[in-house]
C-alpha cells in the first residue's frame, strides 16, 4: 500500500520524497539545542540536544547520562549523525519507580491515515540502526496517548560495539480512534532501563489498555555501569508489515518540520559568542527609557501550538534583553524583559525593561511548542 504524505503539501513533492516517516528528524541531524549536554538524570526530563528526541527518567535515579549528537554511524549507510548516551554515572540496583527512556512523539492529525479505530487498522513498521557495548533485551514501546492503549515489543544487541540494523512490526489497532488534532496522539518510547513497577508483568506484545507493569519486561539496565554507551540512527517508523529504505530528507526541509516544535534564533550553544557582525543578535531601536518595543518577530515555519517564548540577553542570561549601541561587539548592560503578543507566527513586543534612552535593544531567543 503507498502512503503518500506525512506534513504539509508545501513540501510534500521535493525530490519525489512521500514522507512516509512518521518519525521526524531520524536520522539525528538537525540538534537547535547543542550537540552535547552532560549530568542528564536525578530529576531531569528534557529535550537536550537533537531535536525531537526527549530524555525522560521517573523518580529521580542517582545516575546520571551524557548526550550527545555523534558522529558515529554505520558504514555506508548514508548516515553522518546518530543519538548517543552515555552513562557518567552508574546506578546498580533501580527502585521499583525508575525509569530512563528517550521518546519522541507524533501529532493525531498526522496519522489519521492509519486508520486506527478501525476494521481496516494499519499496521506499521520500526526500523533503526542501535549499537551498545550493553548486550541484551531492549524495549520499544509505542503509546496511544488519545486512549491510554499500548504496544511493547523487544529487539536484541547482539554483538557488543557493533552497529546492528533492527526492524520490529505492530499490527493495527483496532480500537481507539485517534483525535485529529496537534495534540500529542502516539508516544514512541525507546526504554534504556526500569524498575520493578515496570517488569513485573508480561511483556504487552500485543495492542491493549496499558499496564504499566508490562511496558519494558525483559529491558537491561544501561545505567549500570559507567562503561555503558548506547548509540541510536536511522529511526523509520511507516505504514505497512515491510521496512523500506530509510527516507533521506533535505536539511532544510528536515529543520523546517523540526522548527514546528522548537526554534531559535541562534544556537544556544553560541550565546555568549556574539561579537561582531550578524553575532549582534536581533537589533530593535528604542524610544525613551523604559516601555514597549515593538519587534515583530516572525517564526521560521508556524509552530504547532503558541510557543513559550524566552528571551535571552547577548550574553545569554536567560529572561534578559541588552541595552546596546549600535557598535559592533558593544552587549551592554542587561535587563529583564517579558514578550508580548506571542502567537504560533511570532511574537509583536518586548515589554518591562529598563535602559538608558537613546540605546539599542538586542536580544536572541528560543520560541517553544513541544507536546
Known amino acids: 500500500m503507498a502512503i503518500t504524505r506525512i506534513g504539509k503539501p508545501a513540501i510534500a513533492d521535493i525530490r519525489g520524497v512521500n514522507f512516509r516517516n512518521i518519525i521526524i528528524n531520524g536520522g539525528m541531524d538537525i540538534a537547535q539545542r547543542g550537540t552535547s549536554a552532560t549530568g542528564l538524570g536525578n530529576g531531569d526530563s528534557d529535550y537536550h540536544t537533537v531535536d525531537r528526541f526527549k530524555f525522560v527518567e521517573n523518580n529521580a535515579p542517582t545516575c546520571e547520562f551524557t548526550q550527545t549528537q555523534s558522529t ?37 492529525q498526522n496519522l489519521q491515515y492509519l486508520k486506527k479505530g478501525t ?24 503509546i496511544d496517548r488519545d486512549n491510554s492503549r499500548a504496544i511493547s515489543k523487544s529487539y536484541t544487541i547482539s554483538s557488543a560495539d557493533t552497529w546492528e540494523k533492527k526492524t520490529i512490526t505492530y499490527p493495527g489497532d483496532t480500537s481507539g480512534a485517534l483525535d485529529n488534532d496537534a495534540a500529542r496522539s502516539f508516544e514512541l518510547i525507546y526504554w534504556l532501563a526500569a524498575g520493578a513497577n515496570f517488569q513485573s508483568g508480561t511483556l504487552q506484545t500485543s495492542w491493549g489498555s496499558r499496564t504499566t507493569t508490562n511496558d519494558a519486561v525483559g529491558q537491561v539496565n544501561l545505567a549500570d555501569s559507567t562503561s555503558n ?28 518540520r523540526c522548527q514546528r516544535y522548537f526554534t531559535t534564533s541562534q544556537a544556544v550553544s553560541k550565546f555568549g559568542e556574539f561579537a561582531t557582525g550578524d553575532e549582534n543578535g536581533i537589533f530593535a531601536g528604542r524610544i525613551g527609557a523604559f ?81
Open 291 to 371: 516601555g514597549n518595543q515593538p519587534v515583530h518577530v516572525r517564526f521560521p515555519d508556524r509552530m504547532r501550538s503558541e510557543p513559550t517564548v524566552t528571551l535571552y540577553s547577548l550574553t545569554g542570561l536567560s529572561g534578559n534583553v541588552s541595552n546596546t549601541t549600535t557598535t559592533a561587539g558593544s552587549h551592554g548592560s542587561n535587563d529583564t524583559a517579558n514578550t508580548a503578543q506571542v502567537s504560533q507566527s511570532g511574537m509583536g513586543y518586548i515589554t518591562g525593561f529598563n535602559g538608558s534612552s537613546g540605546q539599542g535593544l538586542a536580544f536572541q531567543y528560543t520560541a517553544d511548542a513541544e507536546m
Open 229 to 256: 554507551e548506547w548509540y541510536i540512527t536511522g529511526v523509520q517508523l511507516e505504514a505497512g508489515s515491510q521496512a523500506s529504505d530509510f527516507e533521506f530528507l533535505p536539511f532544510d526541509v528536515n529543520l523546517r
Open 72 to 108: 558515529d554511524v554505520p558504514t555506508g549507510q548514508g548516515f553522518s549523525k546518530s543519538l548517543k548516551m552515555d552513562c557518567t554515572t552508574a546506578q546498580t540496583s533501580l527502585a521499583g519507580d525508575d525509569f530512563i527512556y528517550i521518546n519522541t512523539s507524533a501529532e493525531g
Open 119 to 142: 476494521s481496516s487498522a494499519e499496521s506499521v513498521t520500526l526500523s533503526f540502526w542501535v549499537k551498545s557495548n550493553k548486550t541484551g533485551t531492549y524495549i520499544f514501546e509505542i
